[in-house]
């Protein structure tokens, strides 16, 4: 598209030849030739800086907050308003009005938006109906698979997946929208045909200052969606419906899609899924109250988008959920270990609930768990402490600790945990190397105990001083019980 029709109507200031761009970037790592640089100003450095690398791998065009310098071929325009917002005008542009062409289901909430999701598209292609997926492990587009690196992108790449999918002639694409996404603008633009609020709980504080301002961004995605899908179990869906009137789904309260004569098996979960238009009985392999929830969320949500019930019902033996979220590792140990990716207290006494009703009579709930570095830290004594009131061992070690001290991190999540417990040599462990403490954790584990891994789920590295190292807790007790190949 030419950078005039590109930008008219969106209030840009541009001086040089009007350029042919194929597509917009605000990472100059990414740029490729005849692409636009977007060059904002971010909380660690100014785009700005980078114009020169974009230029040298091909950009020809450079938008950007103030006035730069630039060879007399290179098109340079200004934003004039909100650069994000901008930004997100002209990706949508550029790429067709992607959303316009698929049946958009946008999913917010503290917990479960990555297995909620998963599970849409998992439903949806096994039902046979393409379904795209933009989320914090993956995104996709008809059969196109590639690791995700935040949960919701900038904008440029946002809506360069949806378009991926409109390409690959998928009809729907499931969308992780986070609140720091909400906040600034990432999906801005977008017309979501159905929103999800999964549920809210203590994340995040260090950026929103408040349970209240957390709120308030999700509620953000509200304005966005057609039709909006609640967690009435959850206080603060409950406030959300109670202020839009918008549709629910429940386990333990009245809604228009409940799951009701719940049986949690060690293998699978079977419960009747009723709603206005019928109830069926579903069966699936995935274990836990938790991911009730979360398979609820999906089926209603793509009932709420058009699709059909009985064709997705059916497709739900087949699906598998997300990587590390309760993922078992079966390396012929005569113990259990699970990796989950539990990174805020409720999520891990959700966590340790199921990990206790999973223990074979006799057996110790093992948990290993840390705190992110320079992330909220009022919670991590918080963590600690749900963790302290479910698990027999405790395994206290690094998450990823950023560029923060691990030794202070451990230090902040200690009051959280009794002190009669830290004295205690066989319950308490604490260690910042988190390979190590797992090394010590599988050496503890008898038969009948249970291990769970929680924070890491299916990340590949961890960060330390600011440097990301490969490391992922599956891999580490793989090479401890000799389960790599």
Not at 128 to 152: Q, S
Request: aromatic residues 6%; proline residues 6%; hydrophobic residues 40%.
């Amino acid at each position: 598209m030419k950078l005039d029709a590109l930008i008219d109507g969106i209030a840009l200031r541009c001086s040089g030849p009007d350029a042919e761009v194929a597509d917009l970037s605000s990472d100059s790592r990414e740029i490729c030739p005849g692409w636009a640089f977007l060059a904002l100003k971010g909380e660690k450095a100014d785009g700005a800086a980078f114009v020169p690398q974009a230029l040298a791998q091909g950009a020809n065009a450079v938008i950007a907050e103030s006035s730069l310098a630039a060879p007399a071929e290179i098109a340079v325009c200004a934003f004039t308003g909100d650069p994000r917002l901008q930004m997100a005008e002209l990706a949508r542009r550029l790429h067709g009005a992607p959303d316009e062409h698929l049946a958009l289901i946008g999913v917010t909430g503290t917990n479960g938006k990555t297995t909620t999701t998963t599970l849409i598209r998992q439903l949806l292609r096994g039902a046979g109906i393409g379904c795209g997926l933009v989320g914090t492990v993956l995104n996709a587009a008809g059969d196109l698979e590639e690791e995700a690196v935040r949960t919701t992108p900038e904008s440029p790449t946002f809506y360069r997946w949806l378009h991926r999918s409109v390409a690959a002639h998928d009809s729907a694409s499931a969308v992780e929208v986070s609140s720091h996404a909400l906040c600034l603008g990432r999906v801005h633009g977008a017309r979501f045909q159905v929103g999800v609020f999964t549920n809210l709980t203590q994340d995040h504080l260090d950026y929103h200052g408040t349970l209240e301002a957390y709120f308030d961004a999700k509620r953000l995605l509200v304005a966005q969606c057609d039709r909006f899908l609640v967690n009435a179990d959850d206080p603060w869906g409950r406030r959300l419906l109670g202020r839009e009137g918008h549709a629910d789904y429940a386990v333990d309260r009245p809604a228009r899609y409940r799951a009701q004569d719940l049986d949690l098996g060690p293998t699978g979960t079977r419960f009747a899924l009723a709603t206005d238009k019928g109830t069926w009985e579903v069966r699936s392999p995935l274990l836990g109250r938790f991911n009730v929830y979360n398979l609820l969320a999906a089926l209603a949500a793509c009932a709420e988008a058009g699709f059909d019930l009985d064709r997705l019902v059916p497709a739900v033996p087949l699906v598998s959920g997300a990587p590390g979220r309760l993922e078992r590792i079966d390396c012929g140990q005569p113990f259990g270990v699970m990796v989950d990716y539990a990174h805020t207290p409720d999520a891990l006494e959700k966590l340790l609930t199921e990990g206790r009703r999973l223990l074979p009579p006799g057996g110790r709930l093992h948990v290993l768990f840390g705190c992110g570095g320079d992330r909220d830290r009022a919670k991590r004594p918080l963590m600690a402490a749900a963790v302290a009131a479910g698990a027999d061992v405790l395994w206290h070690t690094s998450d990823n600790p950023r560029t923060e001290d691990p030794e202070r991190i451990l230090e902040d999540a200690a009051p959280g945990i009794p002190a009669a417990v830290r004295a205690d040599q066989s319950r308490y462990h604490r260690n910042a190397d988190r390979r190590e403490t797992v090394r010590l954790a599988l050496a503890d584990c008898r038969p009948g105990d249970l291990l769970l891994l929680a924070g890491k789920g299916h990340e590949p590295y961890q960060e330390i001083h600011g440097v990301k190292y490969p490391y992922s807790d599956r891999s580490a007790v793989e090479a401890v019980l000799g389960g790599t190949k």
